[in-house]
T-cell receptor, first 113, second 116 residues
């Protein structure tokens, strides 16, 4: 089965700096990935997604990069703000009609004012 | 758009009682809803996939008689924890997939269950 994991469990960033959160996956058949943000006591919030036919996608202050060669994706947050403090999960879907997502362990981002 | 609600947000019950959690898609129709369980500082663990009008598909190790799922309409799925025990205490989160949409799941705010 697919596993999706994160390189680092915690990340501390100075306010205003850029943040990079990494994620590795094992199933080469994975064709869709999502980044979610989860604040304490709340449900995950959709941030950005990317399909395997792309290697980069940009949103507002966020960019997701996908490297299929090494099965790695990352979430970049520009000008990190205190409100960005949360746990970030990557999730992947293996396609072939399956709509289930496999979640990584999560990275806790702490923004230092 | 794509708002999912859960009710209740928090519930405390006595051991042996049953608890029902509702998951609603407020502004879209959801063919498929998912139920997850999350332990403190852990990732989301998929419990079951619920399709409207059919039986839920449970993940390995999840007792279907313990966690009853009903998906009676395109906007409502319910999870009933039967004969709850303290080890069932957890954060339960549902998600919904847009009808005709892709793999993106939109999550509810979660329900904190505490069994005494």
């Amino acid at each position: 089965g697919e596993s999706v994991g994160l390189h680092l469990p915690t990340l501390s960033v100075q306010e205003g700096d850029n943040s990079i959160i990494n994620c590795a996956y094992s199933n080469s058949a994975s064709d869709y990935f999502i980044w979610y943000k989860q604040e304490s006591g709340k449900g995950p919030q959709f941030i950005i997604d990317i399909r395997s036919n792309m290697d980069k996608r940009q949103g507002q202050r966020v960019t997701v990069l996908l490297n299929k060669t090494v099965k790695h994706l990352s979430l970049q947050i520009a000008a990190t703000q205190p409100g960005d403090s949360a746990v970030y999960f990557c999730a992947g879907a293996s396609g072939a009609g399956s709509y289930q997502l496999t979640f990584g362990k999560g990275t806790k981002l702490s923004v230092i004012p | 758009g794509a708002v999912v609600s859960q009710h209740p947000s928090r519930v405390i019950c006595k051991s042996g009682t049953s608890v029902k959690i509702e998951c609603r898609s407020l502004d879209f129709q959801a063919t498929t809803m998912f139920w997850y369980r999350q332990f403190p500082k852990k990732s989301l663990m998929l419990m079951a996939t619920s399709n409207e009008g059919s039986k839920a598909t449970y993940e390995q190790g999840v007792e279907k008689d313990k966690f009853l799922i009903n998906h009676a309409s395109l906007t409502l799925s319910t999870l009933t924890v039967t004969s709850a025990h303290p080890e069932d205490s957890s954060f339960y989160i549902c998600s919904a997939r847009l009808q005709g949409g892709g793999e993106t799941q939109y999550f509810g705010p979660g329900t904190r269950l505490l069994v005494l």
